[in-house]
């Protein structure tokens, strides 16, 4: 048993797995995902506090969040790797998240980034596999973009990670990935201002972020095309609906969080292609 202590870092990275676990259990037919069950099962933690918070309209609707992300990202990837086969796919502030191995087509690379003490505990959890490489670098810090083997394409896709950036940060980055990486595809979750502030009074709050206006939020898509030049498209589509329309299976409560999520917050996966 992996001991995980609360209010830790350790404790963020399992809330999302955990989120996987209960969507696998109540909505089996949109989601299975016995590696997240397999997981929870390997940690000692005690997971009643956020059992019952899950178990909650409002909870199961940030459960389903989570999955449907991971599966919006994952059909990016899979998309990519169609036309590139032997692309490198590169999870970015990857935490505990097992996308690469549900893409795995058994040629691609696999690259799993996050900060040092993340990874440690992630080569505990979800050791590498086969062509699968957990890396320890902060995502500003650009010489973790030196150990990606792109000569094949490269597609990156992060989840729930640039809340955290500043505007700023976010820009520079986009646009060193951009042309260090010509040809590559990056995906990513964002939701507009009125989401960040939402946000600053749940989760953000407790990563110690108070001022919410210098971070990364977008309220049309189009803000991103000034960034690069090297930016050839950018294109988006509704978090919950926009791959796979899940409104006609869920509850009175769900539908009405969707539409929420679409028209109040703008939940939106980004695409954005490189020239």
Known sequence: MYHIEKNTVQETLIIPLYGRKVCSEH??????????????????????????????????FGALEVAQRQYDLACEVKDYLKKNPNAAVVN???????????????????YNIDMPDVIAIRNELLPESDRERNLAYNLNDEAWMNEIDAKDGAVFFASGVFYYFRTEDMKVLLHKMAKRFPKAVIVFD???????????????????????????????????????????????????????DIYKDVSFFHKLMIKFCDSYVKMQIIKITFR
Do not use: Q
């Open 92 to 110: 970015l502030g990857c935490g505990l998240d097992d996308t690469f191995r549900k893409c795995d087509n058994g040629k691609c690379k696999g």
């Open 190 to 244: 964002s939701c507009n201002s009125r989401g960040a502030k939402l946000m600053t009074k749940t989760w953000l709050k407790e990563a110690g972020i108070a001022d919410v206006g210098a971070f990364f939020s977008l309220e049309d898509k189009d803000e991103l095309k000034n960034w690069s030049d090297n930016f050839a498209s950018v294109s988006a589509k509704s978090y919950m609906r926009g791959y796979r």
């Open 27 to 60: 909505f089996p037919h949109l989601f299975k995902d016995p590696e997240a069950e397999r997981i929870c099962s390997m940690l000692d933690y005690d997971f009643e506090e956020k059992g019952k918070k899950m178990e909650s309209a409002a909870g199961l």
